[in-house]
């Protein structure tokens, strides 16, 4: 496997969600207590959020909030896959010598590209979700003292901004290098954006200004420019290789297909081992359907399979099939 | 569940310890769904493990699947990916020697040859109580469907099985036929001891900004509560065909509660699979039994077999 530990347990959680941001014009953040998954996931897992729909059966559920959702009535059958943002406690630690208070809310990035993620992002705060996680392998940590760089494309921050906190704790350099098309489809609030707060999100949030707080050196590209660098995320990436000389770098990358194909091939150029966090069409998140398979190339250079629920969604880049 | 309503079955000579079957490629290898909090295959009452071909299949391009509009409905492609028989045997069912349910296998190929060598390396295994025959997947280009939709092609293979094994055979069959009994009489006269019905609807769903299928491999078969009614009425005709023979009935098609299960039940399915429902929810099996022991007991009748097949029809 190569990636995280071996899989744990899987909850299945009656979650609600507690507070909704957004973050960018199609972007938003959901927060949901998810007491049994929250203290458990590790950068780079994932989540697969069923919507409140009617039971397709002729029982009709107790729990009001399951009906009275807004959702529209349109049931959903399959849940929807979300990496793991961020993770916080929400109980007060009783003084200052407490350590911090376990976690028990995670942080989803929702990014509308359908009427699931529509619907999803219109319910109101209080409003039932089942969540079922936490899934997948998740990111390998770098080795002690290594510089790491995390490169994202869009909504594919969501799946490094576990990752960053963690970077951080054990003291790891890093950077971040961020890219949308627009200054303001970047997943990510930035000084000069910072739209008004809501739902008690406000200690929870990661901006670019808070990723700096955090000691994360960051870099945001937008393709139409603005008052950031004007093009693609892997410019600063490759740049970013030529000039610095560094002994130990990892790179961990999410993004659009060609954005990945391009840093696993600057990473591949430099020596740099590169972790990538894949999408694909997901149904069960367990393993069981096969529904979420991408090619990679077998150490014989025969083409196999990996289902990005359980052997993925962190795949090295050098295992990937980039080429169609 | 509920004291006093006896939920277990009889099928094929196998005790059931209630009707619920997960349905072939909704449980995987019968070992990945242990993981989840909440669910255990003893809550069902029997399992059937992936279609396996005698050699290693990649199955289809993605995406493998797409979920209609409008809702209720799950088209996949996945094309019977699968490691083939020999890993199989070799990697997964030595660890469903203690398996908590009656274990089944399930067998395709593009040939009966092929069917019969996969079912004859499978059924020597101790584990596998039983053989479905998948005649009738949508997604390949080679047998799969072809088979189900010809009768004389359907005894065929399943004649090819019964030669080479003496545990239970049940024949998957496809609803995409106009007279679901003829395929069912020409798979018992073969020696079929039980009909799966039925495999997934043939489907096409498509993308109006592309022109483009929406599934990789174009074409997909649909699951779920869309299709309930339809495959109910393949069960019941299906039913009334074997009835005579005294060969039972596997029924389901987008079951997600205990009422739907039991639907399937009057209808006349001797057990009942659930597929899609393992896929947003494998948990919910729970909650099926209790709704399911909460029907019977609410019409005070002690035991689910005595309602196979119950349908009251108008006069």
């Known amino acids: ?324 | 569940m509920s004291s006093g309503v006896e939920l277990g079955v009889d099928f094929v000579g196998l005790r059931l310890r209630n009707p619920l079957v997960a349905a072939s490629g909704t449980c995987g290898w019968g070992e990945e769904l242990e993981r989840l909090e909440g669910f255990t295959g003893g809550l069902l009452g029997a399992l059937i493990l992936k279609s396996t071909t005698l050699e290693p299949r990649l199955g289809n391009p993605t995406p493998r699947i797409v979920e209609t509009a409008g809702g209720a409905g799950l088209i996949n492609s996945i094309g019977l990916e699968n490691p083939g028989v020999e890993a199989v045997v070799r990697d997964y069912l030595p660890r469903l020697a203690d398996a908590p349910t009656v274990v089944i296998g399930n067998v395709a190929g593009g040939v009966a040859d092929d069917y019969a060598a996969t079912a004859e390396r499978l059924c020597a295994s101790p584990v596998i109580q039983a053989v479905e025959v998948n005649i009738s997947c949508p997604n390949v280009k080679k047998g799969g469907l072809l088979f189900g939709i010809d009768p004389d092609a359907a005894a065929s293979v399943v004649a090819a099985v019964r030669g080479v094994t003496d545990k239970p055979v049940i024949a998957k069959l496809t609803p995409n036929v106009t007279d679901i009994a003829l395929i069912a009489r020409a798979c018992i006269e073969a020696g079929a001891n039980a009909l799966s019905v039925a495999n997934t609807f043939r489907a096409l769903a498509i993308d109006v900004r592309s022109h483009r299928p929406l599934i990789g491999g174009n074409f997909g078969g649909l699951s779920g509560p869309a299709i309930k009614p339809l495959a109910l009425l393949k069960v019941h005709e299906t039913y009334q065909a074997a009835r005579q023979a005294g060969v039972p009935v596997l029924g389901g098609g987008g079951i997600m509660s205990g009422a739907d299960a039991l639907e399937f039940i009057l209808a006349g399915a001797a057990a009942c699979f659930v597929g899609t429902l393992l896929l947003r929810e494998a948990a919910a099996c729970s909650r099926l039994l209790d709704e399911l022991a909460a029907l019977l007991a609410a019409q005070e009748v002690p035991r689910l077999g005595d309602l196979v097949g119950g349908l009251i029809l108008n006069r």
């Open chain 1, 1 to 324: 496997m190569g990636h995280g530990s071996s899989p744990g347990l899987v909850f299945d959680e009656a979650a609600p969600l507690i507070a909704r941001k957004q973050v960018s014009a199609d972007t938003f953040e959901l927060a949901l207590r998810c007491p049994r998954i929250a203290p458990v996931a590790r950068p780079g897992q994932f989540v697969n959020v069923m919507l409140p729909s009617p039971d397709f059966g002729y029982r009709v559920r107790d729990d009001a909030a399951w009906h009275d959702s807004g959702s529209g009535g349109r049931p959903f059958l399959i849940r929807r896959p979300f990496s793991i943002y961020r993770t916080y406690g929400t109980h007060e630690t009783r003084g200052t010598d407490e350590p911090e208070a376990p976690h028990d809310t995670l942080v989803v990035l929702v990014k509308v590209v359908g009427e699931g993620t529509r619907q999803l992002v219109g319910l109101p705060v209080g409003t039932g979700l089942k969540v079922l996680g936490p899934l997948g392998n998740g990111f390998r940590l770098p080795p002690h003292g290594a510089t790491a760089l995390l490169v994202a494309g869009g909504c594919g921050w969501a799946s490094l901004g576990l990752l960053a906190g963690e970077l951080r704790r054990r003291r790891h350099p890093t950077y971040a290098f961020i890219g949308a098309r627009t200054l303001e489809e970047l997943p990510i609030e930035t000084a000069e954006r910072r739209p008004a707060l809501a739902g008690g999100l406000a200690d929870a949030c990661v901006t670019a200004t808070e990723l700096e707080a955090l000691g994360v050196v960051v870099g945001l590209a937008a393709e139409q420019g603005g008052r950031v660098y004007g093009g693609l995320v892997t410019d600063l990436l490759a740049r970013f290789l030529e000039e610095k000389s560094l002994a130990a770098v990892r790179a961990y990358a999410c993004g659009p297909w060609a954005m990945l194909r391009r840093v696993a091939e600057l990473c591949r150029q430099h020596a740099v081992p590169c972790q990538v966090a894949l999408e694909e069409r997901m149904a069960c998140g367990m393993g069981v359907c096969n529904s979420c398979v991408v090619e990679v190339i077998l150490p014989d250079g025969s083409i196999g399979h990996k289902k990005l629920c359980t052997d993925g969604p962190v795949l090295d880049a050098a295992e990937v099939k980039w080429e169609y």
